[in-house]
């Protein structure tokens, strides 16, 4: 056993290490900003950050250089690439009617009522058709044609056609209109305004409306549609036909069928006969080409069935 104490041990002199711990317990510089008592530090930005803002800034003044960039008084800087986004549309549109131009030709040299049997134009026809209809004619009739009622817009899906339902009809109606003072050619007739005319009086439109309900197959008075068949015969038979069949040459539309320009409630009816109704479409002779309305006439026909 060893005769030395623990005091008699040799210490070793203590050396001046620095503690590692003394540099993670300095605080990084703060910017002075302070929200609740929690301060904001001042760290620099990471390297690959600023290096890509740096890209970023670089590639704007590239931009400006290359492309219209800076706005002026009537126009902007055309860049030295002299790229136009109208331009581009124009190139665009330009190709798919060079595209389209030869199925056009073929659309015209084409009789109206041959453009069925030839199942190639006949597609190409109903899909550019569909195009055109949705951008002059979809406000009206409909995105798919099933019209407005409350507006008198009609209905193309039916087999009922005002003006006649062939390819020459619908054509006719669609490049000149109906009622309108644009063009000489448009569809014309007009229905009387029987009740503000002073041509019947309330009573007399009373017992027509009901004798038109009951030719519709609706809920009537008997005894007034009876005493209406008489005002009918003398007022309305001579355009709506004896039997309300209608007739579509002189766009009177049938009375004797549930389908209704304006609605077939007695309300409505007797509205339409009181007032009468008066109808205007646009002609498209000056707005599309023939090609267009020819394309537009090919998918209404399908539409309704055609005739």
């Known amino acids: 056993m060893s005769d030395k104490t623990p005091e008699d041990k040799v210490r070793p002199p203590e050396r001046q290490y ?54 002026m008084v009537s126009g902007a800087t055309q860049g030295v690439l002299g790229y136009s986004s109208r331009g581009e549309v124009a190139d665009e549109i330009a190709e798919f009617e060079e595209r389209n131009l030869a199925f056009f ?20 026809a109903v899909n550019a058709g569909a195009s055109v209809f949705r951008a002059q004619c979809s406000q009206c ?5 099933a019209g407005v ?12 056609w005002l003006w006649g339902g062939t390819m020459e009809d619908i054509h006719l109606t669609i490049r000149y209109g109906i009622r309108n003072e644009d063009y000489a050619d448009a569809r014309w007739s007009q229905m009387p305004a029987f009740g503000q005319d002073g041509l019947l009086d309330e009573e007399e439109i009373d017992q027509v409306v009901h004798y038109v309900l009951q030719m ?10 009876e005493a209406g068949f008489e005002v ?13 069949e209608g007739d579509y040459f002189q766009g009177a539309p049938a009375l004797n069928t549930a389908i209704w320009l304006y609605g077939g409630d007695y309300d409505t ?10 109808g205007i479409m646009p002609g498209f002779a000056d707005r599309l080409r023939d090609a267009e309305i020819r394309a537009v006439a090919a998918y209404v026909h399908q539409l309704g069935g055609g005739q």
């Open 269 to 278: 009816l007797w509205e339409s006969v009181y007032y009468s109704r008066f």
């Open 18 to 71: 620095p503690d590692p711990r003394a540099k993670l317990k300095q605080e990084p510089p703060t910017t002075g900003h302070s929200w609740d008592g929690i301060e904001e530090y001042d760290n620099p930005m990471p390297r690959w950050w600023l290096w890509t803002f740096y890209a970023t800034i670089a590639w704007a003044v590239v931009y400006w250089i290359l492309y219209p960039a800076w706005p």
């Open 216 to 225: 519709s197959g609706q809920d009537h008075d008997a005894e007034l549609a």
């Open 149 to 160: 009622q409350a507006a008198g817009y009609p209905n193309l899906l039916n087999d009922e």
């Open 105 to 124: 030709e073929r659309l015209n040299e084409t009789e109206l009522d041959d453009i069925r049997d030839d199942s190639e134009l006949q597609s190409f």
């Open 232 to 244: 009918y015969d003398w007022n309305c038979a001579s355009c709506h036909g004896v039997d309300g």
């Open 141 to 145: 009739h409909g995105t798919g044609g």
